[in-house]
């Protein structure tokens, strides 16, 4: 049923060599020259380089559907991509142009934004030669109700003026990023899920102050992920995308294929993960024998592969599904996949950990900074309570469906 297309064969060959021959080598420079930079969010020689061979070798913007900024990949074609990608989370995404949140705002800009937006920061984007930032979550409500928002988008004649604060906002600190997509109230009476509206803000607007970047389990993060200010922010209506109100439906054509790019992402990190246990495994002694030999540890490496290969077909199928029948037909599945591909990867990952010893809570290996991403994940583009509640009222609704409604 998920038998690749030759097309996605052939990207998938490309890069596999690619990760071989440019990408794990780069990981020891890469990592030198930011500790050299003595800049947590310092923007590396290696990381352009390896952009510029991307490019080269045609492996670009490989995320994006559409033709005509992309190579067109379906959802189905990209996840194994996607998935080889998370074997090096913190380098090949960027390298190849398929990082998140430049993904997700790229496909805004393309099915929302005007003429304008696209020239000014759409092919940008998609050249690589800027990045973006989603600014959506709050420090003062609970976002995982993403009606809670309070960030004010006033319009005054032809401008509109935004006051409020925002956090988690990735990519505010990467050295390149030059805009933010924000989500905000421009109409409080308005139905629920028409009072919130998306506009693009170049992130250098008079009354856009980055506050400071927010550690992620004690990592600074290149990128960055920002507590970012608005005071009394104009900015031209034009800056308005879709329309006044819109806010929730471009939120839900961003977050579905997101889901998917980080799901498979997740099955990649978990994959590499699995190989680090097997080696460490076989490499060292105790007490007379491999450890590798233990029979707790085989339990470990083979509830592991049963695991990985169950979270990645449910998420082919969710790919397969957005693809043919579209993403609110497949709402339970993309909901699925956001808790069961970061907890596997999470439960995979701390074995490794463990069969690491003391080494795999170090920078020595990339299993520390594996968790804590994988942790993360597991709030990013909300929490789990979220997804199962998706999932637990449609299953109710499929018995009643009238169960849960009002009015």
Sequence with gaps: MFELTDRAKEYQEKLLAFMDERIYPAEPVYEAQMAESGDPHFHPPIL?????DAKKRGLWNLFHPHPEWGPGLTNLEYAPLAEIMGRSAHLAPEATNCNAPDTGNMEVLTLFGTDEHKEKWLK?????????????????????????????????????VLNGRKWWTSNALHKNCKVLIVMGKTEPEAATHRQQSMMVVPIDTPGVTVLRNLPVFGYQDREGHAEVVFEDVRVPVTALLAGEGDGFMISQARLGPGRIHHCMRAVGMAERALDLMIDRAQARTTFGEPVANRANVQDWIAEARIEIDMVRLLTLKAAYLMDTVGNRHARTEIAAIKVAAPEVALKVVDRAIQVHGGGGVSNDFPLASMYAHLRTLRLADGPDEVHKRTIAMRELRRREPQWGRTG
Excluded: C, W
């Design 124 to 160: 940008p984007l998609l050249d690589g030669e800027i990045a973006s930032a989603f600014a959506m979550t709050e420090p003062a409500v609970a976002s995982s109700d993403a009606t809670n928002i309070q960030l004010r988008m006033e319009r005054d004649g032809d401008h509109y």
């Design 48 to 52: 352009e380089d390896l952009k510029a």
